[in-house]
């Protein structure tokens, strides 16, 4: 044997053991780290998705279960005297509908279809979770979401509808905490269950526009949902798995294989027999769907715009301060047996609505009815749909669908098909006006339209946003410069050609410029010169901060995507990119009208729910004090000119005397009339106009007779009474160095001195420091001196001076054309006949416009008879004639340019990109 050999045999294997032992070993610690940290990792991946699952569930919304009862309650709305004038019944609520009112056959379909197991789970299916998860890996389509009802409800209702983890965790939340504490309120599953069922079913989208089963009943067969046969049902049910690709208007074949699809499901879960199911698949659905609102034709209103008003002004107060949906506000407006004391003066509604009825108030020529025809259809290879609209003024009805018919046959064709139409018949001209009690801010009456075809249309009033013209001047403008002592009702300013950055306003009237006027005559004759100039003393920022006070919530105060914004100076004649509504400049009048104190507009008082608890409560709301006690006053009483000599006198009462204030406003090309007015008793807005802008043709202002009519109405019986004047208002003396022309009296060298109301603690540069006053002296032509009785050469001239003869502004040596006064000399020379005195005074009328000694103001408004808008000759009138002719409060001439964007002033934006025009 060879002992060497195996010696150093063995030696080898003992070395690879060791070896082999140090690897195992090495691979065990290895092994042991990797496992360590794979546990730790574990726990670090599992915390951090419990805390981002906790994270993801402390920001799901928070839901409300409140008032979520099954049972219908009669609300009854009251006036301000207390006294009942409306009631709401759940089976009215527009589409809205109890369950008891759907068929089961609907309940049933859409359970089969959408949740089988809808009455077992607690909010989440887990069954259904786990078979959508196996058919995903199978068809890899992973497409399956497996959402009960009651989540889709949370989707559809609480949450978006992004595809995310994180909105499909607090989906399933929600979905497990709503149906417990709707357990738990209601007492048991099976309520919570059907309450759930009844909010799903009446919200669910259904295509065209369609929420709910009552309005796809009505749309896609004409008939309530109630009267729906089955296999009606099954159609419906079916559009909710992709309700663009299952309509049975714009894909009936889609819809007849999913309605279908859907009755077999009721079969095989036994919600239908052999022979119910044999019966609905037999039937001819297609041929049964209409496709159309019924509802649009004519139908007539069971409430009026204000209790409309109301119910939308109280859905919205719910929804933000009760947490509520939109279903469960309006579901306890109208079945939650609710107690609603409302602002309305029942009165002044029936009177506003009477007058709205009269066709005499409204112009002769624009007392027509429009069709509105709007139909959208879809390219049948390209799928892509396209909104058609078109227009007609007609006779009637049945013209009106003569005139739908004649569009169809025009734009459909074979390639294409109709997804939705929508005909509307309304008078052409339209109009809407709101009174409020401008102490409290109680809205007292409302009317949003001509006529009213249906509960909760369009209200004109509210939700119409349109432009306000030069009713924006005294907002934007004089009570911002009044209120921060930039100028006063007497303060002087030149009406002249105006250039701020390229900006280059002009003013309505046609007569050229008036030189120096006041701002009382600025305000009186809407003068766009004077309005402009004042926003650009102010500056736009200070005027925008005022109108938001003054309540205004559609202002564009930042620049849009389209470049447009109302930090411009526009905004002082009414160029606004999205205009306001008719409301909210109410509310802006009112409180100057409320002695510069703001309140916000409401529509009720209290709201109790069912067993007397008070719900809502608006009797205690905050005031804001937006403008200064002297400066609200100073505004009122200059716009009683308006009224009384300016462009609003139609809107002055004639049989009885109450003090009135407003302002007019009229859009380029007569598209809006505005008007806001008010007494100290009432304040009140209204507007008239195409829904669809366009001239008015009209021969007078007949939004001020319409405004007229109904205030002069309501303040019958009203004591007579003037505006409060506070402490603070003072009249004072200003002046102003005139261009050679004004209104105004004018001494010798051009000085306009106006005596007019002003906070007693305006200092402004142009008050008379001393006891100036125009005064006529005859003095010499050729020396200039007091014209003694041995001169011969006297001429008369106007001065302004003190007590002491001291002559204001005296020029240090002779203007042009003009001589130095001296009223401390006197002369008593003959010069011979060679006096100066008619070249004097032809200087004096050419260069200083002629001294005024005295000023009618009717001379530069119109009379009544002299107004006829639409007559272009007259542009060809004499000054006068002109200047009288503003009843109709032209604004013609404002921003017809809008200044380059590099040339913007610091504090002073560009005009607004609408190029709008803007006038009286």
């Not at 025009?410 to 997804?419: G, P, Y």
């Not at 907002?475 to 280059?504: H, Q, R």
């Not at 009112?590 to 507009?601: D, L, M, R, S």
Request: hydrophobic share 30%; net charge negative.
């Amino acid at each position: 044997m060879n002992y060497s050999q195996d010696a150093s045999q063995r030696n080898k294997n003992q070395r690879r053991k060791r070896r082999h032992k140090k690897k195992t070993t090495f691979g065990i610690i290895l092994l042991r780290i990797i496992i360590v940290i794979a546990v730790v990792g574990c726990f670090i991946v599992g915390g951090a998705f419990l805390g981002a699952f906790t994270g993801i569930i402390e920001n799901a919304p928070e839901i409300s279960t409140i008032d979520a009862t099954p049972e219908s309650f009669t609300s009854i709305l009251y006036d301000s005297n207390g006294k009942e004038i409306d009631t709401l019944h759940g089976e009215e609520n527009r589409e809205y509908v109890k369950l008891s009112q759907i068929p089961e056959n609907l309940q049933n379909a859409v359970i089969s279809i959408e949740d089988e197991r809808f009455y077992e789970h607690n909010g989440i299916d887990f069954k259904g979770m786990l078979r959508a998860i196996v058919v995903d890996i199978k068809t890899r389509d992973f497409s399956q979401g497996a959402s009960t009802i009651t989540q889709q409800l949370m989707k559809n209702e609480v949450l978006t509808s992004e595809k995310k983890i994180s909105r499909k965790l607090q989906e399933q939340y929600l979905a497990v905490n709503f149906e417990k504490e709707l357990t738990k309120k209601l007492g048991s599953k099976q309520l919570a269950k059907q309450y759930i069922l009844e909010l799903y079913l009446n919200t669910i989208s259904l295509n065209h526009g369609l929420n709910g089963v009552q309005a796809a009943a009505k749309y896609y067969y004409g008939k309530d949902v109630s009267e729906l046969s089955l296999a009606q049902c099954a159609s419906i049910a079916g559009i909710t798995k992709n309700p663009s690709a299952y309509s049975p208007v714009s894909h009936p074949e889609n819809n007849v294989e999913r309605e279908h699809t859907v009755l077999a499901k009721m079969l095989q879960l036994g919600y239908v027999s052999q022979s119910e199911y044999d019966q609905a698949m037999s039937e001819d659905i297609t041929s049964e769907v209409v496709g159309e609102n019924q509802t649009d034709k004519n139908q007539e209103a069971s409430h009026s715009y204000f209790v409309d008003s109301v119910i939308v002004s109280l859905a919205q107060q719910l929804m933000d301060e009760k947490g509520m949906s939109k279903q469960q506000a309006y579901n306890d407006i109208y079945s939650g047996g609710l107690q609603i004391y409302t602002t309305e003066d029942t009165s002044m509604q029936n009177i506003m609505e009477k007058s709205f009825s009269n066709d005499s108030l409204f112009p002769p020529k624009c007392n027509t009815q429009t069709a509105a025809y709007t139909i959208t259809v879809m390219d049948n290879q390209t799928k892509k749909q396209q909104n058609i609209y078109r227009e007609k003024v007609v006779s009637n009805y049945t013209e009106a669908q003569e005139f739908a018919q004649s569009v169809r046959d025009e734009v459909l064709n074979s390639s294409n098909s109709m997804v939705l139409d929508n005909l509307t018949v309304s008078k052409s001209l339209q109009a809407a006006m709101v009174i409020m009690d401008q102490h409290n801010g109680q809205v007292k009456a409302v009317v949003g339209g001509r006529e009213k075809t249906g509960d909760l249309v369009f209200n004109r009033a509210t939700q119409a946003y349109r432009q306000p013209g030069s009713c924006f001047k005294v907002l934007a403008s004089y009570a911002p410069a009044i209120d921060k002592d930039v100028l006063m009702p007497g303060t002087c300013i030149e009406d002249e050609p105006f250039d701020y950055n390229g900006w280059k306003p002009k003013n309505w009237y046609s007569t050229g410029y008036r030189g120096t006027c006041t701002v009382r005559d600025g305000i009186r004759d809407s003068m766009n010169i004077l309005a402009a100039k004042v926003i650009t003393m102010v500056g736009v920022d200070t005027s925008i901060d005022y109108l938001l006070n003054f309540g205004f919530t559609s202002l564009q105060t930042e620049t849009n995507d389209n470049g447009q914004s109302d930090r411009v100076p526009a905004i002082a004649l009414g160029g606004l990119t999205n205009g306001v509504s008719v409301l909210e400049l109410t509310a802006a009048y009112a409180t100057i009208a409320n002695g510069g104190v703001y309140n916000k507009p409401i529509f009720y008082t209290k709201v109790l729910d069912h067993d007397g608890n008070v719900l809502i409560d608006n009797t205690n709301l905050e005031s804001k004090r937006v403008l200064k006690a002297t400066t609200a006053y100073m505004l009122t009483d200059m716009m009683k000119d308006v009224i009384s000599s300016g462009t609003g006198k139609l809107a002055k009462f004639s049989s009885i005397s109450m003090p009135e204030s407003g302002k007019t406003g009229t859009t380029t090309d007569d598209k809006d009339l505005c008007f806001a007015g008010y007494t100290p008793y009432y304040c009140a807005g209204i507007w008239m106009g195409y829904d669809n802008p366009k001239k008015i043709v009209y021969d007078k202002s007949y939004h001020l007779l319409l405004w007229k009519d109904v205030m002069e109405k309501i303040h019958q019986g009203l004591k007579k009474k003037d505006f409060d004047k506070p402490d603070g208002i003072v009249y004072k003396k200003l002046y102003a160095v005139s261009n050679g022309t004004s209104p105004h009296e004018m001494d010798y060298y051009g000085n306009t001195i106006t005596n007019d109301l002003c906070a007693s603690g305006y200092s402004g540069k142009d008050i008379l420091s001393g006891d100036y006053s125009l005064k006529t002296y005859k003095v010499c032509s050729v020396t200039g001196k007091l014209a003694g009785d041995g001169c011969d050469s006297p001429m008369d001239v106007v001065l302004a001076t003190d007590e002491n003869n001291n002559i204001l502004n005296e020029p240090s040596e002779a203007p042009k054309g003009k001589l130095l006064i001296n009223l401390h000399e006197t002369c008593n020379e003959h010069h011979n006949g060679n006096s100066v005195k008619k070249d004097e005074d032809d200087d004096n009328e050419a260069e200083d416009g002629g001294i005024l000694s005295s000023h009618d103001e009717s001379d530069d408004v119109p009379s009544d008879e002299e107004t006829n808008i639409n007559d272009k000759d007259n542009k060809n009138n004499d000054s006068k004639k002109n200047d009288k002719d503003t009843n109709t409060d032209k604004n013609k001439d404002t921003q017809t340019k809008q200044p380059p964007e590099n040339t913007t002033e610091p504090d002073e934006p560009t005009a607004p990109n609408s190029g709008s025009i803007f006038g009286q």
